[in-house]
């Protein structure tokens, strides 16, 4: 089943925070965050792993909280170049392992 | 070292043809991933391949199919296109599995059913 991002669409004035987060119905193995710029292939942000293990940019942090099924995006001091947007993908492991996306979260960084 | 491309970038078929769509990983790559991305239904998995075997499988009928090449290059194939198969088909790849490992998408593929 599709995860569930919130919120749908975010305005941030250059230099401030953002939280997006992703909600699941299925246990899960991993979170996987991905930005996409309007016309561009998604970009890997983070992987998150059962167990603690993190994968991805130093700027950017993340959370897998693995009893609620959720994970948290920490978007902090934000830039322009953020704008874009922010897709979950949750995996819930497995023989026949793949990836969920979710709807996706519309992120404006304006001046 | 070069991304993942896709050829071609942009095609346009009518119902009833088929398809055949070309992605070449990052050199040293053996997973390789096709999604299927509509303003509908989002970004949407549709199969994995890692050293030349299909592992992994999304919810498509069966006019979906692939392959991947001992050079880890794959393809993908659509039959009897329908119009709701219009869509950016996106290829990723990944050193070992796509579960743990990053996936450097493609451009993609525009594909378009009239």
């Known amino acids: 089943q599709q995860p569930v991002q919130s919120p749908q669409a975010v305005i941030l004035r250059e230099g401030e925070d953002a939280v997006i987060n992703c909600s699941s119905s299925k246990a899960l193995y991993s979170v996987h965050w991905y930005r996409q710029k309007h016309g561009e292939a998604p970009v890997f942000l983070m992987i998150l792993l059962k167990g603690g293990e993190q994968k991805g940019h130093e700027k950017i942090s993340a959370s897998f909280n693995e009893k609620k099924q959720q994970s948290s995006l920490y978007l902090t001091a934000s830039q322009l170049s953020y704008s874009g947007t922010y897709f979950c993908g949750t995996d819930s492991g497995g023989s026949n392992y793949k990836l969920t996306f979710g709807k996706g979260t519309l992120l404006t960084v304006n001046p | 070292k070069a991304g993942v491309t896709q050829t071609p970038r942009y095609l346009i078929k009518t119902r009833g043809q088929q398809v055949t769509l070309s992605c070449s990983p990052i050199s040293g790559h053996r997973s390789v991933s096709w999604y299927q991305q509509t303003p509908g239904q989002g970004l949407q998995f549709l199969f994995e391949y890692f050293s030349e075997t299909q592992r992994n499988k999304g919810n498509f009928p069966g006019r979906f199919s692939g392959r991947q090449f001992s050079n880890s290059r794959s393809e993908m194939n659509v039959s009897t296109l329908e119009l709701g198969d219009s869509a950016l088909y996106l290829c990723?790849?990944?050193?070992?599995?796509?579960?743990?490992?990053?996936?450097?998408f493609g451009p993609g593929t525009r594909l378009t059913v009239l």
């Open positions: 990723a790849s990944s050193q070992g599995s796509f579960e743990t490992d990053t996936q450097y």
